[in-house]
């Protein structure tokens, strides 16, 4: 018990650290992801909004867009797919800008400020799960998956958006000598929070690379998985069904 109870402080104050970060970047969030990523990021979650066309087919499917943020990837699904999409996150600050967003594109889009770990809804009641840089964020990368397996429905998709581990060995280094120390000074500088931007990159070397986080998927029962590197691998999508 006392095992149990320590691993619920543990994840308690890893949720409590990660809110805190990103409510402290929310109103420089948009900008910063767009300037440090050179707006690779607007291209890689187009490609995710192309696999949730693809698994909706004709259908208007129900879509869970976890960890979403201030809405850009729930909001390019909802005005591209016919696919009714619920936003969730557990940073308030984030939802608020998602909301205005939301209005302004004057598209229907409901929030739920919620935890990735512990989902509000119904074993079995969404036909697609997406999650966009927030799965390294959780306390538990398997328990996130065991949630969004729950909530899919037999036969349902997950797609997970996330950085990963470039694989070209000359681009690989270049790129580490970016996000390990340009990408803080600069993110430090214009959000006025250097340690949020310090721990990108060490969320990233942390996080399973593409063919472990496919083990992991697979490991926590997900079934013809299968992943897209993106920009030479900084970026990866992974695809899975319940």
């Not at 970060?21 to 767009?34: G, Q, S, V």
């Not at 037999?154 to 580490?176: D, K, T, W, Y």
Request: charged share 25%; net charge positive; hydrophobic share 45%.
């Amino acid at each position: 018990m006392t095992n149990v109870n320590e691993e619920i402080e543990a994840r308690t104050e890893h949720a409590r650290r990660v809110r805190a970060m990103f409510e402290a970047i929310a109103a420089r969030y948009d900008l910063l992801n767009h300037l440090l990523s050179a707006n690779f990021d607007r291209g890689w979650r187009q490609a995710v909004v192309e696999r949730v066309r693809e698994a909706a087919g004709q259908a208007r499917s129900r879509v869970l867009d976890v960890a979403c943020g201030t809405g850009d990837l729930a909001l390019a699904i909802a005005s591209q797919v016919e696919a009714r999409v619920i936003g969730l996150d557990f940073c308030r600050p984030m939802l608020t800008l998602a909301k205005r967003k939301a209005a302004v594109a004057d598209l229907p889009l409901p929030l739920i400020e919620g935890d990735a770990l512990r989902l509000p809804f119904a074993d079995a009641t969404f036909d697609i799960v997406t999650i966009a840089f927030g799965l390294r964020n959780l306390a538990s990368v398997e328990a996130g998956l065991g949630e969004f397996r729950r909530v899919l429905r037999p036969g349902g998709m997950i797609a997970i958006l996330e950085f990963s581990h470039p694989q070209v060995p000359g681009f690989r280094a270049l790129f580490n000598l970016y996000f390990d120390h340009l990408l803080p000074r600069i993110g430090g500088w214009i959000s006025g929070d250097r340690q949020a931007y310090q721990y990108l990159p060490r969320s990233v070397r942390n996080f399973p690379d593409q063919r472990k986080l496919a083990k992991m998927m697979e490991q926590m029962g997900f079934q013809k998985v299968s992943y897209r590197n993106l920009t030479g691998g900084i970026a990866a999508i992974h695809v899975g069904v319940r």
